[in-house]
């Protein structure tokens, strides 16, 4: 890493060698920068908070950090993005100066496949849109100008249809925005949404506008081969990671069989404070963390292949827990640490109702 004041003449001397990395990160005095290198893949300039003038040419550059680049401005990106066709990864994380222009010019970049626009104050996204069809990642973390129309082409009309990451943490969506995106965008693979303020239920009881009947978990027999024909007459979603962190004002989680969730692995709701009822059938589902969700009252599980559950410092009582590992026949680590409801001395029935159960972790006594 370079922080001296003549960054220029050291890059200078860096040009006669086939230079294929270079991190100028936290730079603090670097305003201006010429860089050309016909072999360099990575450039990262996080941090240089003063740099606004930069010329880039690096026809092979697959891989652009410039956040918390605040300086820099649509005309800089808009040549890089000519200088430099090939990249495939663009961190434009707290550039508040980049707007519409900047982003249009991506439309030159053929192979972008991840970009980063957190923290910013975009109120538009047509841009991205327009110009970026071949996402497949995308963060929005902290993007508090988006309203709820946003990401309406998203889920209206299809576009970016490669796309398999969102980010949407700590943002400002509505529970209605939420809902439409996450019931029409089947093909996304991981969704964050941590923090979500305006999120109040993850509500999967319904599927196509049509109110499903109510889940019985008594047994697998959720999992008949009539109630997977019915829900593969929709197309199934591919989610695989669900990240709900910290949403303050969740309260209900709802999945059962019909919501199609052939492929989720990882649920995390940890540190949602005001979450009363989790309610999942997931044939697919590994990992379950509901650590520091100190309303949780009601959990019922029917997930024959999760391995890992999270319920450290839940109010949750020691019956609901015991019929809620039974549904669970491969489960492996149970975490009821400062669990005030659950016994340290009942580990015992914990393993009598879960027998797979290989490592339980208690506030008072290692099992």
Known sequence: MLR?????HVLISFLQVAL??????????????????????????????????????????????????????????????????????????????????????LQSLSNLTMLDLSYTFLTN?????ESCSQLKVLKLQACKYLTDTSLEPLYKKASLPALQELDLS?????????????????????????????????????????????????SYGIFSQENVHESMEHPDRLLQNLNCVGCPNIRKVLIPPQARCFHLSSLNLSLSAN??????????????????????????????????????SCNINEEAVEIAISQCSMLETLDVRF????????????????PSLK???SSLTPS
Not at 125 to 129: A, E, I, R, S, T
Not at 193 to 218: I, Q
Not at 339 to 354: H, I, Q, T
Request: overall charge negative.
């Open 4 to 8: 001296t004041e003549n960054v220029l």
């Open 339 to 354: 669990c005030p409801k659950v016994c340290s001395m009942s580990m015992g029935k914990l393993r009598a109702a879960c």
């Open 125 to 129: 996204l047509q841009p991205v849109f």
């Open 275 to 312: 979450l009363k009822e989790v309610d999942v059938a997931c044939i697919t589902l590994c990992f379950l963390n509901l650590s520091n969700c100190c309303s949780l009252e009601t959990l019922k599980l029917a997930c024959p292949k999760l391995t890992s559950l999270f319920l450290q």
């Open 20 to 105: 294929r990395s270079l991190n100028l990160g936290i730079c603090p005095k670097l305003n201006s920068l010429v860089i050309e290198a016909s072999s360099m893949v990575v450039l990262e300039l996080k941090g240089c908070g003063v740099l606004s003038e930069a010329s880039i040419n690096c026809p092979l550059l697959t891989s652009l950090d410039a956040s918390f680049c605040s300086q820099l401005k649509d005309d800089c990106l808009s040549a890089t993005t000519t200088s430099c066709p090939l990249i495939e990864s663009l961190i434009l994380m707290s550039c508040p100066s980049i707007g519409s222009d900047g982003l249009y010019s």
């Open 359 to 361: 490592r339980i972790f």
């Open 170 to 218: 700590y943002g400002t969506l509505g529970q209605s925005a939420i809902e439409e995106l996450l019931a029409y965008c089947t093909h996304l693979t991981h969704v964050s949404l941590n923090g979500c303020v305006n999120m109040h239920d993850l509500n999967w009881g319904s599927s196509g506008g049509h109110s499903l009947e109510p889940t019985v978990y008594g």
